[in-house]
């Protein structure tokens, strides 16, 4: 079955700090990719998708890759500030019988001042 | 435009008991998938409705059931509490069935003592 696989957390940077989070996936046929922070006591929220090999998705300064041949999905951002300290969650989108999104485990990303 | 709106925002009950979550979708969104996100997890699909109708199921038991009004809204029910039930369940709303860009709500988080 499809799967999302992230790096091990928690993330810990200083302000301006470059980032960068792992996100590879397992899927049959050709998933869209995805996404979402989760704010402390919030739901969540999409930050960024694309839906086709090397499609790059972007928002708020974070940007992400589909790379199909590595089936990977990385999210990276060039000077993170403190307002981005969240949870960040990667899934994939199945369409057909039963569409869902599938979700990775989550990272912690805690930025200080 | 509205967005997804859930209640309660919190709840506790004890192991047994039946619960019922309610969500509104955003305006405009023909289709609700519920999902269950455990401590220190990613979401897990439970279910989707569409037309009122359940649209694809996850791997979860009989006891998790669900209804979609007229109106989109839906309701979440749950029977026979188990403390594993303890969690956030979030509902996200999207334009069609097999929509992929999903918006969610806040969440509402169930504490099963």
């Known amino acids: 079955g499809d799967s999302v696989t992230q790096m091990e957390g928690p993330v810990t940077l200083s302000e301006e700090a470059f980032l960068t989070i792992n996100c590879t996936y397992t899927?049959?046929?050709?998933?869209?990719l995805f996404w979402y922070v989760q704010y402390p006591g919030e739901g969540l929220q999409l930050l960024l998708k694309?839906?086709?090999?090397?499609d790059k998705g972007s928002n708020k300064g974070f940007e992400a890759t589909y790379r199909k041949e590595t089936t990977s999905f990385h999210l990276e951002k060039g000077s993170v500030q403190v307002s981005d300290s969240a949870v960040y969650f990667c899934a994939l989108f199945s369409s057909g019988a039963n569409s869902k999104l599938t979700f990775g485990k989550g990272i912690t990303l805690s930025v200080r001042p | 435009e509205t967005g997804v709106t859930q209640s309660p925002t919190h709840l506790i009950k004890t192991r047994g008991q039946q619960v019922t979550l309610r969500c509104s979708s955003q305006?405009?969104?023909?289709?609700v998938s519920w999902y269950q996100q455990a401590l220190g997890q990613g979401p897990q699909f439970i279910f989707q409705y569409y037309r009122e109708e359940e649209n694809g199921r996850g791997n979860f038991p009989p006891r998790f059931s669900g209804l979609q009004f007229p109106n989109y809204s839906s309701e979440l029910n749950v029977n026979a509490l188990e403390l594993d039930d303890s969690a956030l369940y979030l509902c996200a709303s999207s334009l069609l069935a097999g929509g992929e860009t999903q918006y969610f709500g806040p969440g509402t988080r169930l504490l099963v003592l």
């Open positions: 305006s405009g969104h023909n289709t």
């Open positions: 899927a049959t046929g050709y998933p869209s």
């Open positions: 694309a839906t086709k090999a090397d």
